[in-house]
């Protein structure tokens, strides 16, 4: 497989990759600030990008890194004296660097993320020390006329106790122009000394329009049905990497057939219990496997919310409403749901990654929801 053809690791499935994309939505107030430090002479080195998954974080550390890259620094007046400070990150996509940095040829960027493990044939599961301490001979280059040299780390959540270290070491000691943008899903856990060395920026769940103009620019259309576009941008939950891949699985399918499921309980449709749990076996359906469980998740979740709220949120799917305050009527019924939950999936996920039969981890969650029925209803 030619290095052209290998995955990469902070792409999405099937959608184009972050450094790709023309535009960013719905984070203007998080642009503004880095634009304000960018151009006052006082741009910290290290920048941590939290929030959920999916929702633009890497787009705007390849949007940041552009400008920073393309832009003079304050104070380099240049030939012709000092241009007026810019008033936004967008670089012109025929922008030398940005051509380069495309095609992952920018001298001036280092991409830090989980590689292909050619002996093994597919990608790390960690991001390791060895990655990290190729940023030794990055930083020992020249920075090329006072230009900045910039780093994404994507994401730091998937370093291991080693690269966490290494890493903190340049994030205490950067070289001059350095800058580190460290993508995290899970902030809570990074070293607090990573998390301390580095300005915060917290990224929110885009609504529902600027979902449907992310999706759009990934190439994936939102649904044309109302109903269909209400069900995936409230399953997405703000996240369009979450929108494009239950778009491509049809996510709202099958969480309607895991509502169904959930509403034969406590006398379970055994058959539908077999034909969900059997669509996530093998190799191939690895994705089905994580996406039902997170469909699975949420509707537990959405049950328990009812359960200790008693207030019922816009239906997903027709019929759902009914089935989870049935399920959920009280504030006891919701913790035991809640925790049931918890459970249940984290044991599915560790089976899985000691190769247990996916199909089966998710036939024992079903049977175990529906003793939970029974006992509940008793």
């Excluded at 990497?241 to 778009?247: D, E, H, K, N, V």
């Excluded at 759902?320 to 049931?340: F, G, K, V, Y």
Aim: hydrophobic share 40%; glycine share 8%.
């Amino acid at each position: 497989m030619s290095n052209d053809a290998l995955p990469e690791s902070d792409r999405l499935d099937g959608a184009p990759h972050p450094r790709e994309a023309a535009h960013l939505y719905g984070h203007t107030a998080q642009e503004a600030e880095f634009l304000t430090a960018a151009t006052s002479g006082r741009l910290p080195h290290g920048w941590l990008l939290t929030g959920p998954k999916g929702i633009g974080k890497a787009t705007f550390a390849w949007r940041a890194a552009r400008f920073l890259l393309a832009t003079p620094p304050p104070g380099d007046d240049g030939m012709f004296g000092a241009p007026p400070p810019p008033d936004t990150l967008e670089i012109p996509p025929d922008n030398p660097i940005a051509r380069r940095m495309a095609a992952l040829s920018e001298p001036g960027l280092f991409l830090l993320r989980r590689p292909w493990d050619h002996d093994n044939k597919r990608l790390k599961t960690q991001l390791t020390v060895d990655e990290v301490r190729g940023l030794k001979g990055f930083f020992q280059l020249s920075a090329g006329g006072g230009h900045r040299r910039v780093v994404i780390v994507d994401s730091a959540d998937e370093m291991n106790t080693s690269a966490a270290n290494a890493l903190l070491k340049e994030l205490e000691e950067p070289p001059d122009g350095a800058v580190l943008f460290l993508i995290s899903h899970r902030p809570s856990g990074l070293l607090p000394t990573i998390r301390s060395r580095c300005r915060t920026l917290r990224f929110n769940a885009l609504d529902d329009a600027e979902l449907a103009k992310a999706l759009t620019q990934a190439g994936a259309e939102p649904p044309s049905d109302p109903r269909e576009g209400i069900a995936l941008a409230t399953l997405a939950q703000g996240s369009v990497g979450a929108a494009i891949s239950l778009a491509r699985q049809d996510g709202p399918a099958l969480y309607g057939d895991i509502a169904k499921l959930l509403g034969t309980l406590p006398n379970m449709d055994r058959q539908l219990a077999l034909r969900l749990a059997e669509a996530t076996a093998g190799k191939t359906n690895e994705a089905r496997f994580e996406l039902t469980l997170s469909l699975l998740d949420i509707a537990l979740s959405r049950a328990a919310r009812i359960g200790a709220t008693g207030q019922i949120p816009p239906e997903i799917t027709i019929g759902e409403a009914a089935t989870l305050s049935r399920l959920a009527p009280s504030p006891h019924h919701a913790r035991e749901w809640a925790h049931l939950a918890q459970s249940l999936t984290a044991r599915a996920r560790r089976g899985k990654a000691v190769n247990l039969d996916p199909a089966a981890l998710v036939f024992d969650i079903f049977l175990d929801l529906d003793r939970m029925a029974v006992r509940l209803a008793a």
